[in-house]
């Protein structure tokens, strides 16, 4: 039997349905801007201590997406639960368990570093258990939290607004675009720190456009374009599936190249071993898949 | 919560909301120097009545001690320190922060959105005595300049205080109306600009023009006038009330509207 999102196009080996363990539900999501349609019927589940990619394009509906999630736009229609329960006018505690770095980040500029963590975890209501721990891992020294956060760089910024998004040790972190103007260190600390949380119990809802960076950390993906998901697919099915570029080369100077995707035994089975001297297998990036799954939805 | 809201409030707005404080001080002791002078000459003033209706409710009244030293309640631009003082820390959040982005941080933080309303309004209600003991504090200021200290009764310009606490309340609500509903800080700034511009100048055009008195009830600060109060000429009470009773419902109609934003 088909898959709901099989009927739809949507490549996928996950079958969609609302499981107990889902911390985050979105059914049948749209939100629409005037005639602009910026999500347009959005499926999709978060089951809890996942790690959970969200990719796509610029314009693809991810901050859209994302902002229904903390309940700062409210869909045209479809529904949005978190923790189990439906987003809007959530109740204190449920909203007080997720922590959330938006894609463009705004402080306050009159807060020094240390001030602007202290006001948010006031407002967060939990104690900020990992910012000492945060703060060191992403090399944010004590001077500079010292410091207006109108003084520091874009990266400094961006380190203060991921402190507050895990200091309260949150159980759902919803990330967009947060490794926007991290260096390659820091930007390797911040995803150690998103590959540890599900170790406590969290769960990642993490948006982005850097393949290779969600590829060394996520679960699962989500592509959405145009505002319709185009893929949902796990990590792992993913680098089964993906195609791989071969080249067969033979004693006579023959050079075969072949792609193939799936399973390798097939592919074994099939090749003429008959004086061959070397077989190349190049893995596609995780980017080739993804452009195949955009490709297809705009053939649609 | 509130108690870090009201903290962040004060931290930011309390210099320009503390520099606001000056104009009644500022009215009150030009009015001390020149009151001693106005009243010599009230007989020459009473001959221009569109002045006098403006500061004064007749002729004779204009350039009395109560009239003159109430200015410090009702100078115009104390009348816009009313409006301006709850404007500083509402246009700049919700509306300033919608525009920069800030509000998201704050309501994913979490901040309940009526509970943010409330704050602003309780952090400017906090601010409503401090405000009228400026204004107070200037008519005495005026009175001991101009050497009426004791010549005046204190406590009837107590009496003043209330009506201008309760304009205050009105302007806070129909500030915080202004700036949920507005994409930004320059457009809620110019909204409400235009409100209070427009108030001010209809309330006096009904003080100059005779016979469209009855425009200024179309105005809150139609029902103000501290000199009034001060003279005993009015049943201020209901007036305050009323002005309050409007603040508490713009504002919870504020809170309501913020809280059915389809967007924070």
Known sequence: MRTGYERKGIRTSVRYRSPVSAV?????????????????????SVESGEIFGFLGP?????????????????????????????????AAEQRAAIGFLPGDLALFPGLTGRETLAFFARLQRRPPRSR?????????????LGRKVSTYSTGMRQKIGITIAFQHDPQLLILD????????????????????APKRGATVFLSSHVLAE??????????????????????????????????????????????????????????????????????????????????????? | MRRALLAFLWRRHRLSMGLCLFIPLLVGTGVGLMAPQLQQQREAFASLPFLARFLGSNAASAFSNVTLLSFPFRHPLVL???????????????????GRGGLDMLLAAPLDRRALVHALALFVLLGIPIVIAFCFAGSMLAALIAGELERIDVARFALAAPPAGALIATWTGAALIVSVRARNRASATLTYAAFVTTAFLIDSIARIATGVEWMAKFTPYGYYRPD???????????????????????????AELQARRTSA
């Open chain 1, 24 to 44: 985050i539900e979105i059914t049948d999501l749209t939100v629409r801007f005037g005639d602009v349609t910026a999500v347009a019927g959005l499926n999709l």
């Open chain 1, 58 to 90: 610029n314009g693809a509906g991810k901050t859209t997406t994302i902002r229904t999630l903390v309940d700062l736009l409210r869909p045209t229609s479809g529904n949005v639960r978190v923790l189990g329960r439906d987003v809007r006018g959530g």
């Open chain 1, 132 to 144: 000492e721990a945060v703060l060191d891992r992403l090399g944010l020294a004590d001077e500079a």
């Open chain 1, 177 to 196: 675009e947060p490794t926007s103007g991290l260096d390659p260190f820091v930007r390797e600390a911040f995803l150690g720190l998103v590959r540890e």
């Open chain 1, 214 to 300: 969600v590829e060394s950390c996520a679960d699962r993906i989500a592509l959405v374009d145009g505002g319709e998901l185009r893929l949902l697919e796990s990590i792992d099915a993913m680098r089964r599936d993906r195609p791989r570029h071969v080249i067969l080369r033979y004693a006579d100077g023959r050079e075969e190249r072949r792609t193939h995707a799936g399973d390798p035994a097939a592919l074994l089975a099939t090749i003429d071993t008959t004086r061959l001297i070397d077989v190349e297998i190049r893995p596609a990036g995780l980017e080739d898949t993804v452009k195949a799954a955009l490709q297809h939805g705009s053939e649609r």
């Open chain 2, 80 to 98: 816009l320190l009313y409006a301006v003082f709850p404007a500083i820390p509402i246009l700049a959040l919700p509306a300033g922060e919608r």
């Open chain 2, 228 to 254: 009034h109060v001060i003279l005993g000429s009015t049943p201020w009470i209901a007036n305050a009330v009323g002005l309050a009773t409007v603040g508490v419902l713009l504002t919870l109609v504020a």
